[in-house]
């Protein structure tokens, strides 16, 4: 078989897979396995490209207008990776996100250039049909989740939200907002089939179905997922595609009807989809029809409900209010980092320097944001300007090669009777179609990353679109070379097999990698069940598996100091002090590896508090972690809490009411903050002050807080 036909089988098993695959034993899982589906095909394809080269005895490479920019592009990424505040972190992208670090980016630069490189024009087509499948299959399992087929497997509401396979409704609705205009390419396709031979009308008949089949299952999902930049995102590109096809075909009559007739009867599909099913804005037909035997009252309730969707990711407070502090944030980073960035996706360690006030008084004040939830200024505050200069060169020229020039502003004369022209010139149009649908979907997920952030199907298509529209006008010829390894010369051989054994390595690494993930995930259900001793052998088997990784250091401390105080509590203190020893050294080891993780510190203060009941003096390490963390995030109300209640223990009570203080001028309904107050206050005899601490509690934050109620109720009868 053919290099080249092996490289194939590989894509099209990359096409297939990404949007597909999950694996419910990794500590994430969806993204993470994606990505480990990416790594290893990555290096499959990449040696089979090598071994190409090496077997022809020629550099394999073919020059393209993004070659440079993605040089740059990578260069940018990597020089940031040098300057970062956690260069791990920037390597192998963010514990839990995964997607975005160096490695990552780099894969998908090499699956660019190996998929111009290698694949023809009917490869092409294949590889397009492959990502219709999968979505087609994604797409039923998500419609399928909508009537609760999984419903009792997640902890989400998957029943008001899908997201399939995917993992989050945004994602997915951001993949099919991309993909669906490539079913309309195929819609459009059939219909220019119409002029083929009598003896394909039956096969066209059937096939003709096939394209609206995929289009209105995956909208009819993409309204499931009731995500709002999803939605906006396709409505862009639907756009975007019927605008240009018209505008070429609105002096060719025949060609004008057929396709308005096929617009008109795609947006049929898609108005009477919206009717029954309804969108973020508007309520379904169910919905409307039930409002109008409501009072007036509530019929305005019911449609509000209807509109009602999720801020950012969890709901709560309005997404556009805390996009608006996130992005604050994430330009208050970029004009401390300017040149470079903070790092490559070190945002959820960055952003809590300069994390707004603001942030405290909404609904999630206290999430962790390890994204800027909008890719530009995400690309701002990690890589600098340096680097979102790099990154929209990238989408400039990434748009123009899709638009394919001179495709894209020629008007093909398909009435030309020569059928070798005609033929040409059918090819030629059939062409710019499909650069209208990438040209499309590629707008989509422009219009996605905006309002949130790439993830790993994302990317892919992100890079792979312009590879499709440069394939697409290449040839279909046939390759004259075999690969027979028994053909090489000696160098060829040694070439060969070095190459493979590093391909090997990388292809281990990477299974190691995953591996020790999995480890880390039973090693923290165990953790969370109790048992202990299981917990710490596995959690120790991860990290001889990836030894520089801080969160399993930072999951090991934590059962280390969960044994010591078993350990305290059977009296049995020598084991006590010796597990509470290890949890401190393996906690200053996991700080030292991610010395700007605010997560770790938490845990080092939290474990410090808890290990004060062996030795009274880890109080004052826990004192000190908290102020270490303060300095990373200087506006977060919880560390000046968990800081003032440290300095009440070591019976500083004054230095413990300013933090107090300042932890209730940073938010105002924080509850916790108050009745904390309340109580100093009234221990102090300062009966007034804690009196009107418990009445704001009452009055403003939650009127039935038993616990403030009994207090106050205590100190109006010690008062009379």
């Given amino acids: 078989m053919k290099l080249k036909n092996i490289i194939n089988i590989l894509y099209q098993i990359l096409f297939f897979s990404v949007p597909l695959v999950l694996y419910p034993f990794t500590s994430e899982l969806f993204e993470f396995n994606k990505l480990i589906v990416v790594y290893i095909l990555t290096c499959l394809i990449a040696l089979l490209w090598a071994l190409r080269c090496i077997s022809e005895k020629r550099l394999i ?21 040098l300057f970062s505040i956690d260069i791990r972190s920037s390597i192998f992208g963010y514990y839990d996100r995964f997607n975005g670090g160096l490695l990552s980016l780099t894969a998908y630069a090499v699956l660019y250039l ?37 419903k009792n497997l997640w902890v989400q509401d998957v029943q008001n939200r899908v997201f399939s396979t995917f993992g989050q409704p945004n994602w997915l609705a951001a993949w099919l907002a991309a993909v669906i205009p490539v079913g309309l ?8 089939n119409k002029h083929e031979e009598e003896s394909g009308k039956q096969k066209f008949r059937f096939q003709k179905t096939i394209p609206y089949i995929f289009t209105s299952l995956a909208f009819l999902t993409l309204l499931f997922t009731k995500s709002r930049s999803g939605i906006l995102g396709f409505a862009f590109a639907d756009i ?21 007739k096929l617009f008109i009867v795609n947006h049929l599909i898609f108005l009477f ?55 604050q944030g994430a330009l208050d980073v970029w004009k401390n980092y300017p040149l470079f960035g903070s790092g490559v996706e070190t945002f959820a360690f960055s952003y809590y320097k300069y994390r707004p006030a603001s942030h405290n008084l909404v609904s999630e004040w206290d999430f962790l944001y390890n994204k800027a939830h909008n890719e530009y200024l995400n690309f701002m505050a990690t890589t600098g300007t340096v680097g979102i200069l790099a990154y929209l060169l990238l989408i400039v020229l990434s748009l123009a090669q899709i638009s394919g020039f001179k495709l894209i502003t020629s008007k093909p004369n398909l009435k030309n009777d020569n059928q070798q022209d005609k033929n040409e010139q059918h ?115 991860a990290i ?5 990784e801080a969160i399993y250091q930072n999951e090991l401390a934590s059962n280390f100091a969960e044994v010591a105080l078993v350990y305290n509590k059977q009296d049995s203190k020598d084991n006590a002090k010796k597990f509470a020893g290890n949890a401190k050294k393996i906690v200053l080891q996991a700080e030292s590896l991610s010395p700007s993780n605010l997560n770790i510190l938490r845990n080092h203060a939290r474990i410090a508090i808890n290990l004060s009941e062996i030795d009274p003096d880890q109080i004052l390490d826990a004192k000190n972690t908290l102020l270490k963390a303060l300095d990373l995030a200087p506006t977060d109300a919880k560390l000046y809490l968990n800081l003032s209640m440290v300095y009440y223990r070591i019976n500083d ?65 010690t008062a009379n």
């Fill in 61 to 81: 490479f073919k020059k393209t207008p993004l070659n440079v920019v993605i040089i740059v592009f990578l260069v940018s990424q990597l020089v940031s990776t």
């Fill in 114 to 150: 190996g998929y111009v490189s290698n694949m023809s024009k009917r490869q092409t087509a294949l590889s397009l049909k492959t990502i219709l499948l999968s979505t087609t299959i994604s797409s039923v399992y998500g419609i399928s989740e909508h009537f609760g087929v999984d």
């Fill in 185 to 192: 390419f195929f819609s459009l396709k059939t219909f220019e």
């Fill in 240 to 260: 975007i595609f019927w605008i240009l096809i018209l505008k070429h075909v609105f002096k060719d009559k025949p060609r004008r009807v057929t396709t308005l």
């Fill in 273 to 327: 989809v919206t009717i029954f099913v309804g969108t973020p804005w508007t309520p379904n037909i169910s919905k409307l029809f039930r409002t109008n035997s409501l009072n007036n009252t509530e019929a305005e309730s019911a449609v509000n409900e209807a509109a009602v969707t999720p801020a950012l990711e969890t709901g709560g407070s309005s997404s556009a209010e805390i996009r608006r502090i996130v992005w």
């Fill in 427 to 541: 090819n030629a149009l059939e062409i710019r179609n499909l650069n209208y649908a990438l040209l499309a979907g590629y707008a989509s997920i422009l219009i996605t990353n905006f309002f949130g952030f790439s993830v790993v199907p994302i990317s892919l298509l992100f890079f792979i679109f312009p590879a499709f529209a440069l394939s697409e006008q290449g040839s279909d010829r046939v390759e004259e070379y075999r690969f027979d390894f028994r053909k090489f010369n000696s160098l060829q051989k040694l070439a060969g097999i070095i190459l493979a054994s590093f391909t090997l390595f990388l292809i281990y690494s990477v299974f190691r990698y995953w591996y020790a993930d999995i480890l880390y995930n039973r090693a923290h259900l165990f953790y969370k069940s109790g048992r202990l001793i299981d917990a710490v052998n596995t959690i120790g088997s």
């Fill in 544 to 548: 001889k598996l990836s030894p520089h």
């Fill in 653 to 717: 009570t004054d230095k413990a009411i300013e933090l107090l203080e300042k932890t209730i001028e940073l938010k105002t309904n924080y509850r916790d903050a108050r009745y904390a107050y309340a109580v100093i206050l009234s221990e102090k005899g300062e009966i007034e002050g804690a009196k009107a601490q418990l009445k704001y509690i009452l009055d403003t934050i939650d009127p039935n807080d038993e616990n403030a109620l009994k207090e106050l109720k205590n100190l109006d009868s």
